[in-house]
């Protein structure tokens, strides 16, 4: 059974960083192929997508939101992705989600992922 677990949330002040991880589990030996993917959902607002990459070919993905201070990163090997968030804003406080799928990215939502994490909560402070 796949499952994807997230860790490295926590709660920092305006413009610190934190580093996100999510291990896959009983996925094929590589995880190569599938899209990856980091959402996050804040208080009263849905969840949204603002990171992809293809383990394919390895293309990325940003939201503009985030664009020039996250990074999404993976080791093939520990099938694990990680999210590198630097310059953090209040605004970027939400609960975080990996989830992932095989295939490409080209225009998934969030309902064509087939397997979650159960979320690592992230809160910057002013």
């Known amino acids: 059974r796949q499952q994807l677990v997230e860790s490295g949330g926590g709660s920092v002040q305006s413009g610190g960083s934190l580093r996100l991880s999510c291990v896959g589990s009983?996925?094929?030996?590589?995880?190569?192929?599938?899209?990856v993917a980091w959402f996050r959902q804040a208080p009263g607002k849905e969840r949204e997508k603002f990171a992809t990459?293809?383990?394919?070919?390895?293309?990325?993905y940003y939201d503009d939101s985030v664009k020039g201070r996250f990074t999404i990163s993976h080791i093939y090997a520990k099938r694990t992705l990680f999210l590198q968030m630097n310059s953090l804003k209040p605004e970027d406080t939400a609960m975080y989600y990996c989830?992932?799928?095989?295939?490409?990215?080209?225009?998934?939502?969030?309902?064509?992922?087939?397997?979650w994490g159960q979320g690592t909560q992230v809160t910057v402070s002013s």
């Open positions: 009983g996925f094929d030996v590589t995880w190569n192929g599938y899209c």
């Open positions: 989830a992932a799928r095989y295939g490409d990215c080209q225009g998934l939502t969030e309902s064509d992922f087939d397997y």
């Open positions: 990459l293809y383990t394919g070919n390895s293309q990325i």
